[in-house]
């Protein structure tokens, strides 16, 4: 299996090219963008040395169906995906704030947690929880968005005082976040799951709020099978969840947090093979849809002329 971890396009009328920790983003003349989602798979914001064939796929697909299944809540950045990994739409001015909504304890939160934090990013966490315990009700504890490095945990009360967000932007974004949280959770319940956090990208377009980015993927978000979720907690077990939790867990585990002096550990083919199967276990799980591979003889010379026949059309 084939996996493409770099791309060096060049579309009709391309003007620059950006180079994320996941996706490669190329600017056209005429104000749109040309979202190639990679086989790079990334941890404690370091890429991994290994790409993970069809893993953009996953992300590019589930995330189009999520925008389209959203854009009644929220216009978005979308216009067509001319290719199994590509997403193409309109170029927004990016809000420089993530907004993370989490509905349970679990991850950065249940980390802060144990460390005897009880407030994040401004919002107080109840005495008395577990990890992966449900929470009265959503948080949302933004983070900066880092051109590199770390995304750092901000407060709303930070993000308004610094003037970071227009507070009309700020609220409109909060209003987004948890309208889209709630229809991401009714869907993932509709199919056995539970959505436990996620995080929504904004940019400004025409002086109007857009949802950009992706939502609702295995990289963007945390989803636990909801059948014996009530029996783990109760046994103080961990949740089954399809997530990128497992990827952390094992770096964690091979001594790896991407802190200063710590080494990557080598990835075995038969790992990488895992971390394939559980996206697309989540895609199939997530859409109700089998899973179709893409032809990945030669991925470049693929997307390139899908593409080009897009812009060219």
Same mark, same amino acid.
Request: charged share 25%; with cysteine; glycine share 8%.
């Given at each position: 299996?084939?996996?493409?971890?770099?791309?060096?396009?060049?579309?009709?009328?391309?003007? !620059?090219?950006?180079?994320?920790?996941?996706?490669?983003?190329?600017?056209?003349?005429?104000?749109?963008?040309?979202?190639?989602?990679?086989?790079?798979?990334?941890?404690?914001?370091?890429?991994?040395?290994?790409?993970?064939?069809?893993?953009?796929?996953?992300?590019?697909?589930?995330?189009?169906?999520?925008?389209?299944?959203?854009?009644?809540?929220?216009?978005?950045?979308?216009?067509?995906?001319?290719?199994?990994?590509?997403?193409?739409?309109?170029?927004?001015?990016?809000?420089?704030?993530?907004?993370?909504?989490?509905?349970?304890?679990?991850?950065?939160?249940?980390?802060?947690?144990?460390?005897?934090?009880?407030?994040?990013?401004?919002?107080?966490?109840?005495?008395?929880?577990?990890?992966?315990?449900?929470?009265?009700?959503?948080?949302?504890?933004?983070?900066?968005?880092?051109?590199?490095?770390?995304?750092?945990?901000?407060?709303?009360?930070?993000? /308004?005082?610094?003037?970071?967000?227009?507070?009309?932007?700020? /609220?409109?974004?909060?209003?987004?976040?948890?309208? /889209?949280?709630?229809?991401?959770?009714?869907?993932?319940?509709?199919?056995?799951?539970?959505?436990?956090?996620?995080?929504?990208?904004?940019?400004?377009?025409?002086?109007?709020?857009?949802?950009?980015?992706?939502?609702?993927?295995?990289?963007? !978000?945390?989803?636990?099978?909801?059948?014996?979720?009530?029996?783990?907690?109760?046994?103080?077990?961990?949740?089954?969840?399809? !997530?990128?939790?497992?990827?952390?867990?094992?770096?964690?585990?091979?001594?790896?947090?991407? /802190?200063?002096?710590?080494?990557?550990?080598?990835?075995?083919?038969?790992?990488?093979?895992?971390?394939?199967?559980?996206?697309?276990?989540?895609?199939?799980?997530?859409?109700?849809?089998?899973?179709?591979?893409?032809?990945?003889?030669?991925?470049?010379?693929?997307?390139?002329?899908?593409?080009?026949?897009?812009?060219?059309?």
């Amino acid at each position: 299996m084939k996996a493409i971890t770099s791309s060096t396009f060049n579309f009709p009328g391309q003007v !620059s090219v950006y180079n994320g920790k996941v996706r490669d983003v190329y600017t056209l003349e005429n104000g749109l963008l040309v979202m190639v989602a990679s086989d790079r798979i990334s941890a404690f914001d370091h890429i991994l040395p290994k790409g993970i064939p069809f893993k953009g796929q996953v992300l590019n697909q589930v995330a189009t169906m999520f925008l389209d299944a959203t854009k009644d809540i929220v216009p978005n950045w979308l216009i067509a995906t001319p290719d199994p990994s590509v997403a193409v739409g309109y170029a927004c001015e990016p809000v420089r704030v993530e907004m993370v909504i989490r509905g349970y304890m679990s991850g950065h939160a249940a980390r802060e947690y144990k460390l005897g934090k009880r407030i994040l990013c401004g919002v107080t966490m109840p005495e008395g929880m577990k990890e992966n315990d449900k929470f009265p009700e959503p948080i949302i504890t933004p983070a900066t968005k880092a051109e590199e490095g770390h995304d750092e945990d901000i407060s709303r009360e930070d993000i /308004l005082a610094k003037g970071v967000v227009p507070e009309h932007i700020y /609220l409109q974004m909060e209003k987004y976040t948890r309208a /889209l949280f709630q229809r991401g959770t009714e869907m993932a319940a509709e199919r056995g799951l539970i959505l436990v956090d996620t995080k929504y990208e904004f940019g400004i377009r025409n002086g109007e709020v857009i949802l950009i980015d992706e939502i609702h993927t295995p990289d963007s !978000s945390r989803y636990f099978y909801a059948e014996g979720y009530e029996e783990r907690q109760e046994r103080g077990e961990p949740q089954k969840q399809l !997530s990128k939790e497992f990827v952390r867990q094992w770096l964690i585990e091979n001594g790896f947090q991407g /802190l200063e002096g710590q080494q990557m550990p080598f990835m075995p083919d038969e790992f990488v093979n895992t971390i394939t199967e559980r996206y697309i276990e989540l895609y199939e799980r997530i859409t109700g849809k089998k899973f179709e591979k893409s032809d990945t003889t030669d991925i470049q010379a693929r997307i390139q002329k899908n593409v080009e026949n897009y812009i060219n059309s």
